[in-house]
């Protein structure tokens, strides 16, 4: 499990370093709070002294110090960043001034000699690369992969070996949103990750919902260019709820079953942490006597499955639009390192390669795990973050094409596309064909593809003849046989037909899976989906949209149907065709279960000049408990600052937000400070809460409607009153000892919500 300890986590996730701005200097804290900009306070003036660059903090990692053919170097993984203590230009020579253009006089005009001024204006100018067209934000981390053995059966794949250890670098994402867009919009994520095998690289590319908008390939430009901005006004960014996207998937309504979970709580993750995988697509996997067996990809997170709210995800995009890539390389510098589960559901390899009646190339189709259930293969630690974003996080290109032996495809026509289309998008992005010898890319077995020249070509290769056969270079490399570890296609029977354009009879059912998944929500899901739905087809302009959108949501069922056409004022129109039953898959569904709080925030709200003993006492008490403590007070600072142990001040009444943490709880009654009034901090609105700040009361009442547990010690009582909150209300712990609740609050946890306060039935 992950390394959380209080020395590395200290006093939260997030906020300012501990050092006080009156003792800052280059001495490393002794207990760093992360988000630390870097190893070292700096010092007031501007450092003039040569030194040697810093190094990394202790959370990052650069990739492996492999060469463009992957072969070891032997060097230290950081050897390909900068090093030295003077600036150089780009061909290393030293620079002694970089502030001003060489000039004819102090007044008079910039020379055209000055290569250094036209060196770095001209890389700044070519700084940028384009942006992936879908994927375009994202975030991202190294860690390990270890395989179980459990796979050994069914694929000769080495690295799912038992106890095989196996480097790889995730990154999530969002699909529809540009770089600069926020984290928590409500859209599918991304799920890709790198397996640097020995065998060769292995990418699996996959989202957190299971199924996809579209069965064929061909249809992808059109998807995206339906829910991308639209052209003319290029609004609106990172989000669905417009008129193009519903006008498409209203009119392709192969798209039901996606948008369905597109409009659940799995289109808002609580964290990149939180959030399950998929590989969509079925694959193919050989064992070492040939045979065959037909997979689905699932990656299961150790902290389970859970969801913001849909008012928090658009606090969160006002106050923090970066909250999901911080909560992740936060919780990685804690400790808090985040797990998942690499599972397969399998599936005899028949000719019809379907499954219960479910065919298996369809990718907007799910195979529900009462049937087939999922067997965990590996486990996942994400334990490092990059070093430097645009050279991992930006540069790293996955591609479903990049397969090991024991790993092969399917003819799922969705997958087909893909394999063509992630190699073409990367020859574009990153400018030529020799992306794989960027670091992060670089495979970490041997590379002899007698592939040459091209833009970017970093290897120096040796020989004369790259090609096959030659004697020149005495008939180097050889090709391999499967004893050799070769890649062998599956030989595959492919059965007499005509070329058509056209889908198979079993594609053309859209609307019994939706149906099942609607089947399996609990009522508080089904609220949630109806509120999507509802704000999704309000934001649309045309009313026929609206109407054809209803008459989708009528073939999965009429609850549905009726709930969303009232919050739109229109008539709910009735199937056309008979409804699908089917028994509820308990998978599909986020509630249920308990699951471990390891890295949950848990705000604590402390008085400006109370019991700093009490704040100490419940910071110990979250941090045992393997939470993370968010200490929030009237002003910045710390309390009991002369002390030897003072607490650090994360978040001011002003800064803070409800959306910020799982759990609240008040180690105080904190009076209205000085800048509690409207004009100063909008949240304290009139001000005309005397007893207690009015900020601090509205944090309580989001924390409340939110379904998240609150604690608090004696006195406490107070502020639950003028938040309108019942004492006895489900989820509210008190206690005469503010550090008590801690346990209660993470028992409640658990189950990620407080979900007693919501409705038992639509």
């Known amino acids: 499990m992950s390394s959380f300890t209080a020395q590395k986590v200290d006093q939260g996730l997030a906020g300012e370093s501990p050092v006080s701005p009156s003792k800052k200097s ?142 790889v670098f995730v990154r999530f994402s969002t699909v529809l949103g540009s770089r600069g867009s926020a984290d928590t919009v409500r859209d599918t994520r991304g799920f890709a990750t790198k397996f640097y095998t020995g065998e060769g690289t292995f990418d699996l590319v996959g989202n957190n919902i299971p199924v996809f908008f579209i069965q064929d390939a061909i249809k992808f430009p059109d998807i995206i260019h339906a829910a991308k901005p639209h052209p003319d006004r290029e609004i609106p960014q990172a989000q669905s709820a417009h008129d193009t996207f519903w006008d498409f998937v209203t009119l392709h309504t192969e798209a039901t079953h996606h948008t369905l979970w597109n409009m659940s709580d799995r289109a808002l993750p609580r964290s990149y942490r939180m959030m399950e995988g998929f590989g969509i697509h079925t694959f193919r996997l050989v064992n070492a006597e040939g045979s065959t067996t037909l997979v689905k990809f699932h990656w299961k997170p150790k902290l389970g499955v859970h969801s913001l709210m849909w008012e928090e995800a658009q606090l969160i995009n006002g106050m923090d639009p970066d909250f999901h890539r911080r909560d992740l390389a936060d919780a990685i510098e804690a400790g808090a390192f985040p797990q998942w589960e690499l599972g397969i559901q399998t599936f005899p390899d028949t000719q019809d390669q379907t499954f219960e009646g479910i065919d298996l190339l369809d990718p907007t189709k799910i195979v529900p795990e009462e049937l087939a259930p999922v067997q965990p293969i590996g486990l996942m630690t994400l334990n490092a973050n990059p070093t430097n974003y645009f050279a991992e996080t930006e540069q790293v290109a996955f591609h479903p094409g990049h397969l090991v032996p024991g790993i092969d495809v399917t003819d799922d026509p969705l997958l087909a596309g893909r394999l063509f289309s992630y190699l073409d998008t990367q020859i574009s992005r990153l400018g030529g064909p020799n992306f794989g010898q960027l670091p992060i890319n670089r495979p970490h077995s041997p590379v002899n593809d007698m592939l040459r020249d091209g833009m970017h070509q970093t290897a120096v290769h040796r020989g004369v003849a790259p090609y096959h056969p030659n004697s020149l270079d005495g008939g180097c490399p050889f090709l391999a046989g499967a004893d050799a570890g070769a890649f062998i296609e599956v030989p595959v029977a492919v059965p007499a037909a005509s070329k058509v354009r056209e889908a198979p009879a079993s594609f053309s059912d859209h609307y019994s899976q939706a149906r099942l998944f609607w089947l399996s929500m609990t009522p508080v899901e089904r609220e949630h989906i109806i509120a999507a739905y509802t704000f999704e087809l309000a934001k649309c302009y045309e009313q026929s949209i609206k109407e054809r959108a209803l008459t989708v949501l009528a073939h999965i069922d009429p609850e549905l149907c009726e709930q969303v056409a009232a919050g739109l004022g229109l008539s709910a129109p009735t199937a056309t065709e008979p409804l699908t039953d089917s028994a509820p898959s308990p998978a599909l569904s986020q509630l249920g279960a308990l699951w471990p709080v390891e890295g949950r925030i848990i705000g604590i709200v402390a008085e400006e000049n109370g019991n700093a003993g009490v704040v100490r006492a419940v910071r110990q008490a979250v941090l045992d408990a393997k939470m993370v403590p968010l200490i929030i007070a009237a002003t910045g600072g710390a309390l009991d600052a002369g002390s030897k142990d003072p607490v650090t001040v994360q978040r001011t009444f002003a800064t803070a937000r409800s959306v910020e943490y799982d759990a609240l709880v008040l180690a105080g009654v904190p009076e ?42 004696s006195g406490a009582e107070s502020i639950l009153v003028l938040a309108g909150i019942p004492a006895d209300a489900p989820g509210i712990v008190q206690s005469e000892r503010g550090a008590s609740v801690i346990g209660q609050l993470g028992e409640l946890l658990a189950a990620h919500r407080v979900w007693e306060r919501f409705p038992a039935a639509v």
């Open 672 to 713: 209205p400070a000085d800048d509690a009034y409207g004009s100063r901090d909008a949240k304290a609105g009139t001000g005309s809460l005397t007893a207690v700040d009015p900020r601090v009361v509205l944090m309580v009442a989001e924390a409340f409607r939110h379904g998240k547990a609150i604690g608090g010690q």
């Open 26 to 167: 280059s001495k490393k804290s002794e207990h760093p709070i992360p988000g630390r900009p870097g190893v070292e306070s700096p010092p007031v003036a501007e450092p003039v002294e040569p030194r040697e660059p810093l190094e990394p903090k202790p959370d990052q990692r650069s990739p492996a110090a492999v060469s463009p053919t992957g072969q070891g170097t032997g060097v230290a993984p950081g050897s390909a960043g900068q090093a030295g203590p003077y600036l150089t230009t780009a061909q290393g020579t030293r620079l002694h001034d970089t502030d001003h253009s060489l000039k004819a006089g102090a007044r008079g005009p910039v020379l055209l000699q000055d290569h250094h001024l036209r060196e770095k204006i001209t890389h700044f100018d070519h700084e940028r690369i384009p942006e992936r067209v879908v994927h375009a934000r994202g975030a991202a981390a190294h860690g390990v992969f270890q395989g179980y053995g459990t796979a050994d059966g069914i694929t000769r794949a080495a690295f799912l070996g038992k106890g095989v250890e196996t480097p």
